[in-house]
């Protein structure tokens, strides 16, 4: 139990940051980042780096490509 819990606790932790980026990027609510709010949150990004992010190719950032992002140092956490 207390693994289990812990183990749930760290994968939450880790999900808190991305939920608070796409939350503040998400200017329209859909509950995705689009290229067009990636760029206007992060203006300082390296060309290239919402390709990196966008796993699915499909043009928008969910909360779990950012968490991946974040994860591997692509993002600030």
């Known amino acids: 139990m207390t693994k289990?819990?812990?183990?749930a606790t760290f994968a939450f932790a880790l999900t808190v940051p991305a939920m608070a980026f796409a939350m503040d990027?998400?200017?329209?609510?859909?509950?995705m980042v689009s290229m067009e709010e990636f760029q206007a949150a992060m203006p300082e990004a390296?060309?290239?780096?919402?390709?990196?992010?966008?796993?699915?190719?499909?043009?928008?950032l969910s909360e779990d490509e950012i968490a991946a992002g974040q994860e591997a140092?692509?993002?600030?956490?």
Not at 4 to 7: I, K, P, R, W
């Open 25 to 31: 990027a998400d200017t329209d609510g859909d509950g």
């Open 4 to 7: 289990t819990l812990s183990a």
């Open 73 to 77: 140092g692509i993002l600030p956490a």
């Open 46 to 60: 390296p060309t290239g780096t919402f390709e990196q992010l966008d796993a699915n190719a499909d043009g928008l």
